[in-house]
């Protein structure tokens, strides 16, 4: 596609249940990154992806935060068990490699927990 | 740790005047990259504009320039003839390279600028 997509758009979820966020980044692009933007804030790194292998995962709230891209292509965030504070937009970014100067962001999955 | 500084958490500039955001920022680092990303109420982030450290001028891109200053860890924002299309949430970042093969942006709590006709 012509730019990064993200689905879905908006979620709401119960508190204690289980979320996947996908991202489809720009084709061809080798890094994927996930950011997570808290209410009033910038947004914060969560993981990222060199093809299917993830390289950095030290953003990773907690082990209930999962990411995957098996294919290199597609991504997935899942996070288990969802609570309160984990409510907040969820951004996809992609760049050619991982030392591209600029990174091509998605529009976001806003995520609500009641 | 790479931090980055915005202290102004709104800004209010007449439409056609130039306007200036402030960004700090703090690494110790050598080598890094300064972006600023513009974020519209639609949630996408737009990359604006971009300064390395070893470069020697200032970066422009259109109505956008970046006034970097290294000695005072600052990169300012420059937006010259406001449009009110400009009204948005402005980010700094910098891209660190986290020792992992991955160059993550640090981003700054943003400025929320407010274009008045």
């Known amino acids: 596609g012509a730019g990064v997509s993200q689905s879905p758009r908006y979620k709401v979820a119960k508190r204690g249940q289980d979320v996947a966020l996908r991202c489809d980044p720009i084709?061809?692009?080798?890094?994927l990154f996930w950011y997570q933007q808290a209410l009033g804030q910038g947004p914060e790194f969560l993981t990222y992806?060199?093809?299917?292998?993830?390289?950095?995962k030290s953003g990773l709230p907690s082990d209930r935060f999962f990411a995957e891209r098996p294919e290199g292509s597609v991504s997935t965030l899942k996070i288990q068990r969802t609570q309160q504070e984990d409510s907040a937009v969820y951004l996809c970014?992609?760049?050619?490699?991982?030392?591209?100067?600029?990174?091509?962001f998605g529009p976001g999955t806003r995520l609500t927990v009641l | 740790a790479q931090k980055i500084t915005q202290t102004q958490p709104g800004m209010f500039v007449q439409e056609k005047e130039a306007v200036t955001l402030d960004c700090t920022y703090d690494?110790?680092?050598?080598?890094?990259?300064l972006f600023w990303y513009k974020q519209p109420s639609s949630g996408e982030m737009i990359f604006l504009i971009y300064?390395?450290?070893?470069?020697?001028q200032n970066a422009t891109e259109g109505r956008y320039s970046l006034n970097f200053q290294k000695a005072r860890k600052s990169a300012n924002l420059v937006i010259s003839a406001s449009q009110l299309g400009d009204s948005a949430m402005y980010f700094c970042?910098?891209?660190?390279?986290?020792?992992?093969?991955?160059?993550?942006?640090?981003f700054g709590k943003g400025t929320k600028l407010s274009v008045i006709p």
């Open positions: 992806f060199q093809n299917e292998a993830q390289l950095d």
């Open positions: 690494t110790s680092d050598q080598s890094y990259g």
């Open positions: 970042a910098m891209r660190a390279y986290s020792g992992a093969g991955s160059y993550q942006l640090t």
């Open positions: 970014a992609s760049s050619r490699r991982g030392d591209t100067r600029e990174q091509f």
């Open positions: 084709s061809g692009h080798v890094s």
């Open positions: 300064q390395g450290s070893y470069d020697e």
